[in-house]
């Protein structure tokens, strides 16, 4: 006689979770540069391209992008590694890698009008190269200053004034 007391365990798998946070992220970050975009005028008196057409341009590509990736995840395709991008899918993500990059994203917001491009872009692209794992910190300190000084001088050659070289100290 079967054991009626024992009830079977039939259950159906669930589907795994959709990434829609990733498109709703994407899209937020376009309406953002779109926002910032309204302060920024879209002609300058001596050319035809202002700053305002750039930010303007990333932030509806970005709305874009994340319109498509919300398409993407609804219609259920997966996303994993490529052959070629050499990486394991079932890796967690380097949670430390992630917020030395975020910080180096947000670094600038803070410390540019006191600190001035060259220095801001130095801890940045130092920050950059922490995540990545670099140990080489000096040489990316410099590297990152003369990238920043490069970006300022070439700027202030095109009439772009990016503030002050150092403005702490003055120059």
């Not at 540069?33 to 590509?61: D, H, K, M, Q, W």
């Not at 410390?111 to 140990?135: C, H, N, Q, R, Y």
Request: net charge neutral.
């Amino acid at each position: 006689m079967p054991n009626k007391t024992a009830t079977s365990s039939h259950t159906t798998p669930r589907p795994p979770a959709k990434p829609w946070w990733l498109g709703l992220v994407v899209v937020l970050m376009g309406a953002i540069c779109l926002y910032a975009a309204n302060e920024l005028a879209n002609t300058a008196r001596y050319s035809a391209i202002g700053p305002g057409l750039f930010v303007t341009a990333t932030g509806i590509g970005l709305i874009l992008l994340g319109l498509l990736l919300l398409i993407q995840i609804a219609r259920g395709e997966k996303f994993e590694p490529q052959d070629t991008e050499n990486a394991e899918g079932d890796t967690p993500m380097d949670k430390r890698a992630f917020f030395i990059a975020l910080a180096a994203a947000f670094v600038p917001v803070f410390i540019i009008e006191l600190l001035g491009l060259p220095i801001t872009a130095m801890v940045s692209f130092t920050l950059v190269t922490l995540a990545f794992g670099s140990k080489q910190i000096v040489l990316n300190l410099l590297v990152g200053f003369i990238l920043g000084s490069a970006s300022w001088y070439l700027f202030s050659l095109l009439g772009l004034q990016l503030g002050d070289f150092i403005p702490l100290l003055g120059i």
